[in-house]
């Protein structure tokens, strides 16, 4: 039982949604320019979001939705990262923002959702400490015009997997030095953002948006166990430490010294982090991970957002033959769940937020039908678990799956579908782009208006 004004929402990003790549003096970002996997959809008009939104909102309310999930495209703001305000960019968030109200559902905003702005990545991009001033800068315009409106603020959504999974998110290949040297600098960026959004007395509040995983050892051989702490520790806790304690984690920090990948720290950088301090905690789960030990002369292997990595020396991804698989290859652990929110929970003692959960599927549309019973079991044994972790004592304020409507995957274009809404068009063919409304829309409708499984 989830409490009366739990926030049963669904999520969204800007790039994946919104379409209207060139409109309104948007700006491009990495995700307009990155070199897309072969028969995938680029992101220009995605769901076309941005000329659909209040049909799109209408279709949440009808949902029933509590709270939607999307993210600001910096873009759109400040067309090259930094620099002069776009009024019509601030106009069209104002509007969602407005529109979401008056159908009484919150809004929670994500500043930056994997698409920084290509003119800051030409600068080098998070290498570059001017983008930690670009990113402080756009976030206080964005509290400055929106921060009366806006009770949940999310600032980095995933960074761990643009650290972690570069390779799938952004499309990008660096050295483990340089991907970390950018992980601190977005570090500082988020504490700067969280001390400034604090010291400027906003009602709402603010916290981190990572990827959270709970990893499990192969086997309870001790190096395995010990290659699943350690792996806990640079792919979770590095990321919900820094902004609860102010301090990286002494194991992540660690395995940097031993691969030759610690971050250098400039002047003031350990104050600033020390400074900055998240209300409370979003996170996106997907499902758990399981790996095993990694012998030093391996190599390197990079996966998605949901498994098949290696360290040498650390830890190597191995398959949980315990869990059953989605047709596209990740594991499905609901008890994972529950494992993961009590652990992040004793961990910090945080109220915490859900901000993605879901199952990406092949939807076939029959008679303007989608059958996707898949999502909704899935979906509903990922809410009983949640439902258990807050009777056990947890304390978890909102649930978002991914996605309030179809969006374009992060790396597997149009097919891979996520949404209660369907969204009418393929990888090359964009069709009308209408709104159907899957199977799983009627039914997370009853859950919200009965409060959960077991009202
Ligand atoms: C998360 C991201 O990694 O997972 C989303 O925050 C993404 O942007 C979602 O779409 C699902 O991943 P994918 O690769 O299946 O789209």
Not at 266 to 276: R, V
Not at 338 to 344: L, M, Y
Not at 393 to 404: N, Q
Request: proline share 4%; net charge negative.
């Amino acid at each position: 039982m989830v409490q009366k004004d739990f926030l049963w929402g669904a999520s969204t990003s800007a790039y994946q949604v919104e379409g209207a790549w060139n409109e309104d003096g948007k700006g491009l970002s990495v995700q307009d320019i990155k070199k897309l996997p072969e028969n995938t959809s680029d992101f220009k008009v995605a769901a076309d979001h941005y000329h659909h939104y209040q049909e799109d909102v209408a279709l949440f309310k009808e949902l029933g939705l509590k709270a939607y999930r999307f993210s600001i495209a910096w873009t759109r703001i400040l067309p090259d990262g930094t620099g002069a305000v776009n009024p019509k960019g601030i106009q069209f968030y104002s509007d969602l923002i407005d529109e979401l109200l008056a159908a009484g559902i919150e809004p929670i905003v994500t500043v930056y959702h994997f698409d920084l702005p290509a003119k800051l990545a030409e600068q080098g991009g998070w290498s570059n400490r001017a983008t930690i001033d670009a990113f402080v800068h756009y976030c206080n315009v964005l509290f400055e015009h929106f921060g009366d409106r806006i009770n949940y603020w999310l600032t980095i959504n995933e960074q761990n997997m643009m650290v972690l999974a570069s390779s799938a998110v952004l499309a990008g290949t660096k050295t483990l030095q340089e991907n970390f040297q950018e992980n601190h600098h977005m570090l500082i960026a988020q504490a700067q953002v969280m001390k400034d959004y604090h010291d400027k007395g906003y009602p709402g509040k603010i916290g981190p948006a990572p990827n959270i995983a709970y990893i499990n050892p192969a086997s309870s051989d001790p190096e395995d166990v010990l290659a699943a702490q350690r792996f806990n520790a640079i792919r979770n806790w590095l990321y919900l430490d820094m902004p609860v304690f102010g301090r990286y984690n002494h194991q992540a920090w660690d395995m940097l010294k031993a691969l030759d990948a610690t971050p250098i720290f400039a002047e003031g950088d350990a104050e600033i982090l020390a400074a900055g301090r998240c209300d409370f905690i979003a996170f996106n789960y997907y499902n758990t991970n399981t790996v095993k030990a990694y012998p030093a002369d391996a190599e390197m292997l990079e996966g998605d957002q949901q498994g098949g990595f290696g360290i040498p020396g650390f830890f190597q991804s191995h398959r949980n033959d315990h869990l059953p698989m989605t047709e596209f290859g990740w594991e499905i652990d609901p008890v994972g769940f529950r494992t993961t929110i009590h652990e992040i929970y004793s961990r910090y003692h945080l109220p915490m937020i859900v901000t993605e959960n879901g199952l990406g599927g092949r939807d076939i549309v029959e008679d303007g039908a989608i059958h996707d019973q898949y999502r909704i079991d899935y979906l509903s044994a990922h809410i009983r678990e949640m439902e258990k972790a807050i009777a056990e004592g947890a304390d978890v304020f909102g649930y978002c799956p991914w996605s309030a409507i179809d969006v374009i995957s992060t790396h597997e274009g149009m097919r891979k579908r996520y949404g209660f809404i369907y969204v009418n068009r393929a990888d090359f063919d964009l069709k009308d782009l209408a709104r159907y409304k899957k199977d799983s829309f009627y039914w997370y409708q009853t859950i919200i208006q009965q409060g959960g499984l077991d009202s």
